[in-house]
């Protein structure tokens, strides 16, 4: 299943920086971070709840770059 | 400017306020302060400017040590400025002016770089301004604004003159232009009336119609498109992957070069040379290392101009479904055409009429009437240049010859009409036509009347198009084509293309593709597929690149291709190319300037030739011109 999110990130290597972080999050099996469009798409694996990966995507975002955002 | 960015232009601004007048306070020096006093005074009014340009960063900055992020970016930045205040007491130079500037500047970059994405960000979706507000919907005889979304398939819809068409469907009622330039580029307006088929996204200009809605919202050509656009940037190319893994590998190893740079050669100058360590100096060296670490510039400028050039050949029409089709586009060599429909109008027309022995008109009347009851395309053609209805009434006695022709009585004549064959089989004396295309002879009361040439039209920018690809950088150019051999040639010889295959079934033009792939000089050189998107799916997914043309509208099209072309100006293959090239030109433009300034600024800042000012003017100057330059990839319309 693959999902869309609004975010807002103010620099380009911190969208990188999250990406690479939410593709180690478990329960995703992709994600893809565009800066341009302020949007995040996840890939979810197979069983995960999205909502509950998606808290964890952000409390690991947060980590890495204190000033994002993800609207979930 | 939103909210946050005024905040920070104030604070800027307020920044540079203080810094200009501590600075004329400290030259003046009023109350003759010296000594101890001078050094803690300045140095609280100097840490106060620091503070409120700098608190977030230092607040980040703390944030990324409970992280445990030793490669923050802010972290660094912190370090640096803090690193270089400290110095300053140290050496007793008084001199904070420069841990300020690097905040400063950096905080200049940063708003800037917010200000110039925000703003390039919204001059392409601006570009890209279809997506319909509202649809407007009888209810009980009044009109209503409806959220295009809640429309269902079957509701008729009003669209009023100046309003966008929300959503697609068929004109029930009115006729009026349409001005199409924001999905094809094309500043002609288009006719429609009853009975046509309507795209969204286009703009009613001068009446109202009334549309019977055939796709849903979700399903419409403008959803579609908008989709396809803004998923595009998310396929990512090559360089951006090799940007973010370089951008991986870079910060860590300036931060540990800065390290052995403070720590090595003082204690080799001690160790072994005997001299003072100069402590102060190789550390000052290695904080100017920090500040060229942040690999923003790198980052920011490739998503950027990838965007931008997206954006732009959208605006002329061009659909490019992702970063990565862009920059293999850039690297075409050979384009492969389908031709019936890329470079031909795919229309049969009549194209000629001689050895006629009777008016033109009557003779185009008479193989009409007389081929009226076949549904065969050149029957159509017939009908269509002989332009009148039909009365079948005045034809009777219809026999048809198959492999021949047909004959039958017209107005009581005898008229016939068909291939050479069909003439030689009554013994009728007639020329064999030099004229490609199909030759329909034809003999009213058993002599001979003339024949008539139908033929597939070329379009009119086809010739023009093979010329500009030659001048963009295409080796070789092939055609593709089911049709006959001569035929082939001779639209092949007219048109200039490199090498031409005909009498193809659609499973030959694989192969044919597959053939020209492996005989491809080197990976680089990329093969392009272009055909109308009608049953030449597989080809479009076997090339490199595949581009569909004219495909306002039509799915099937815009799901198989890579770049999709909006009408079917053939002009626009070499545009496309062109367009890609410029914004990859941009792209290396942008990688090379930020390379070579960042490590040319190390190399001067090891040898303590760079000051923090270089290094800041590598860090925030590089960002700037990097941004600046991919802005460029949007101007694409005089290309």
Redesign the interface.
């Known amino acids: 299943m693959k999902k869309t999110y609004k975010i807002e990130v ?4 911190c969208a ?1 920086l999250m990406e ?1 972080t939410t593709k180690k999050v478990a329960g995703v099996a992709g994600a ?1 971070v ?4 302020q ?1 995040m ?1 996840v890939e979810f694996a197979e069983g995960a709840d999205p909502k509950a990966v998606m808290q964890a995507v952000l409390k690991a975002c947060k ?2 770059e ?2 994002c955002e993800i609207e979930l | 400017m939103n909210r946050k960015q005024k905040k920070m232009f104030i604070r800027i601004c307020i920044a540079i306020v203080m810094l200009v007048l501590v600075n004329i306070v400290k030259k003046i020096n009023p109350f003759g302060l010296d000594g101890v006093a001078y050094l803690v005074v300045y140095g609280i009014l100097y840490a106060a400017i620091y503070v409120e340009i700098g608190y977030d960063i230092l607040r ?1 900055a703390f ?1 990324g040590i409970i ?1 445990r ?1 030793p490669f923050d ?1 802010c972290f660094l930045m912190a370090f640096a400025t803090i690193g270089a205040y400290a110095i300053a007491i140290y050496e007793r130079t008084g001199d904070y002016n420069e841990a300020i500037a690097v905040l400063l500047f950096y905080q200049i970059g ?1 708003f800037f ?2 200000y110039a ?1 925000g703003k390039s ?1 919204k001059n392409i979706s601006e570009l890209m301004d279809i997506r319909p507000d509202y649809a407007n919907v009888e209810v009980d005889g009044q009109l209503e604004q409806v959220d295009p979304d809640e429309v269902e398939i079957g509701t008729i819809i009003t669209v009023q003159p100046g309003e966008k068409v929300p959503i697609d469907g068929i004109v029930t009622e009115g006729s009026s232009s349409l001005n199409t330039s924001a999905l094809t580029g094309e500043s002609v307006p288009r006719e429609v009336r009853e009975g046509d088929e309507i795209i969204s996204g286009c703009i009613n200009m001068t009446g109202v119609l009334r549309i019977q809605t055939t796709k849903e919202f979700g399903e419409s050509t403008v959803s579609k498109i908008l989709e396809l656009v ?1 998923n595009a ?2 396929r ?1 190319s090559k360089s951006e992957e090799f940007i ?1 893994k370089f ?2 590998v870079y910060t860590p190893a300036v931060v540990y070069s800065a390290l052995a740079l403070a720590i090595l050669p003082p204690v080799f100058r001690m160790l072994i040379l005997g001299q003072p360590a100069m402590w102060s100096n190789w550390i000052y060296r290695a904080l100017t290392f920090l500040v060229i670490s ?3 510039a790198l ?2 400028s490739i ?2 101009s990838f ?1 931008a050039g997206i954006g732009g050949a959208s605006h002329e029409g061009i659909l490019i479904k992702g970063s990565n089709y862009l920059e293999t586009l850039s690297q075409a060599k050979t384009v492969v055409f389908d031709k019936t429909g890329t470079l031909t109008q795919g229309v049969f027309e009549v194209t000629g009429v001689h050895d006629n022995t009777m008016e033109e008109e009557k003779l185009i009347e008479y193989a009409a009437l007389v081929e009226c009851f076949s549904s065969h395309p050149i029957s159509k053609s017939l009908q269509k240049a002989y332009g009148k209805e039909i009365d079948r009434n005045r034809v009777s006695d219809i026999e048809e010859i198959s492999g021949h022709g047909v004959c039958g009585k017209v107005d009581g004549h005898q008229v016939a009409a068909g291939n050479i064959k069909l003439m030689r089989k009554l013994n009728i004396q007639c020329n064999d036509c030099d004229s490609t295309g199909t030759i329909i002879h034809i003999a009213v009361d058993g002599t001979y009347a003339g024949h008539v040439v139908i033929s597939d039209v070329v379009k009119p920018n086809s010739k023009q198009a093979i010329a500009q690809l030659k001048n963009s950088g295409v080796e070789k150019t092939v055609m593709l084509t089911g049709d006959a051999k001569r035929v082939a040639e001779k639209v092949a010889s007219e048109l200039g293309v490199d090498e031409v295959h005909s009498e193809l079934l659609p499973a030959d033009k694989v192969s044919q593709v597959e053939r020209l792939l492996s005989e491809k000089g080197s990976e680089k050189d990329k093969l392009v597929f272009v055909g109308d998107g009608i049953n030449d799916a597989p080809v479009l997914t076997r090339a490199d690149i595949g581009i569909a043309m004219g495909a306002m509208g039509s799915d099937a099209a815009i799901e198989a291709a890579d770049v999709v072309l909006m009408d079917d100006d053939p002009l626009k293959i070499a545009k496309a190319i062109r367009i890609s090239r410029k914004c990859i030109g941009i792209v290396y433009q942008n990688i090379a300037i930020a390379l070579v300034i960042k490590f040319g600024c190390l190399i001067l800042g090891a040898f303590g030739i760079a000051n923090m000012w270089a290094a800041i003017f590598a860090d925030v100057g590089v960002m700037i011109i990097a941004v600046l330059n991919a802005i460029r990839a949007l101007m694409v319309k005089n290309l």
């Open positions: 103010d620099c380009a290597n990188n690479e893809t565009n800066f341009m469009t949007k798409s980590k890495v204190p000033d | 980040k944030k992280n992020r970016e940063e770089q917010s994405v960000r803004e940037s998310s990512k973010s951008a991986r942040c690999p923003c980052v920011i998503p950027l965007f």
